[in-house]
């Protein structure tokens, strides 16, 4: 059963890829990227033609295509399609995120050419580094306001820079609205330095990061923030090789069954592999944020983000 990911090895799974076409290309995406089969996906039901295909993961869990064999003129069509791939023509998206071609040959120079394969040092900057973006906005937003905005007119603004600057009396002024303003900006200061600093805290040191998809799947590792570049969202550093998982390892379970039952009483009903609650936002209690920026599905998780210090 080499060809399936450890954990999720069954001899169902494993008739259907011996039984299948699609095992060369399976062997060859193992061979040359380490990608193994997660689970199949059955047939449209309403498809008379849609072959079964099978979802493939790198060796940290991530999952990155789909694959199946279609016939044509009678001759098998190998097919390839991963979300982290687009053609710049096609009928349609999902056209436009497959390869095929009838020669395996072929096909796997076209993958390697065009680097569709993402590697796996690489996949957590994909679609889980949206979700950890998503969660610094989440930590971001619960602190408060930090930004400043005025509501003195030119005339105000005028008088206090003849204030200043040339020592005149402030005869047109309203100073109890000039204190206001003062004390509302002071606050917002002290905001954006509390927030600067917490935020540092949970991502610039390592944090985990719990995953949970559509198959009801885990994804479990940990990473830190990386120093941003220019206005570019963050990129983020591996620290524990993440794994997929079937699941909950004993660590992380008081941690999420308190995240799970607080979530309850927000009557959040949906919780992915019985452990990740559907919903965003910090929780300041239990010092953890619940995250997702895409619909969740076989390639998007929807996240817990933990310190490592809070495990």
């Known amino acids: 059963m080499k060809l399936i990911y450890e954990g999720f090895e069954n001899e169902h799974l ?45 060796p940290s869990g991530f999952m990155v295509a789909k694959v199946w064999t279609d016939k044509e003129d009678g001759h098998d069509v190998y097919n390839y399609r991963s979300p982290f791939y687009k053609k710049e023509r096609g009928s349609d998206s999902a056209d436009r995120e497959t390869v095929h071609s009838k020669k395996l040959s072929t096909l796997m ?21 949206e979700a950890f973006n998503g969660g610094i906005s989440l930590m971001d937003t619960h602190h408060g306001r930090d930004w400043k905005q005025t509501n003195f007119s ?3 603004v005028h008088t206090m820079l003849k204030v200043i600057l040339l020592g005149e009396s402030p005869n047109i002024l309203n100073i109890n609205n000039c204190k206001e303003a003062l004390d509302k900006w002071d606050k917002q200061d002290r905001i954006k330095v509390e927030k ?14 719990i995953g949970a998809d559509k198959l009801n799947h885990l994804v479990i590792g940990s990473v830190k923030r990386m120093p941003r570049q220019g206005s570019d969202n963050y990129s983020f550093e591996i620290v524990k090789p993440f794994k997929r998982m079937k699941e909950l390892p004993d660590e992380f379970k008081a941690v999420m069954l308190m995240n799970k039952v607080h979530a309850e009483g927000k009557n959040v009903t949906t919780f992915y592999a019985n452990t990740v609650p ?24 929807h996240w817990t983000l933990i310190p490592c210090s809070g495990i």
């Open 278 to 301: 559907h919903t965003s936002g910090y929780n300041p209690d239990l010092d953890l944020i619940n995250v997702s920026v895409r619909p969740t599905d076989e390639f998007n998780c």
């Open 196 to 209: 600067r600093k917490d935020i540092d805290r949970f991502f610039s040191t390592e944090f985990y990061a």
């Open 109 to 129: 120079a076209t993958l390697k050419r065009q680097n569709v394969v993402p590697p796996p040092s690489g996949m957590v900057n994909k679609f889980p580094a």
């Open 154 to 156: 030119a005339d105000e």
């Open 14 to 58: 494993e008739h259907l890829i011996n039984e299948s076409p699609t095992k060369k290309l399976i062997q060859e995406l193992n061979f040359k990227y380490g990608l193994k089969v997660v689970d199949k996906v059955d047939p449209h039901a309403l498809s008379r033609s849609s072959p079964i295909s099978f979802l493939l993961a790198d």
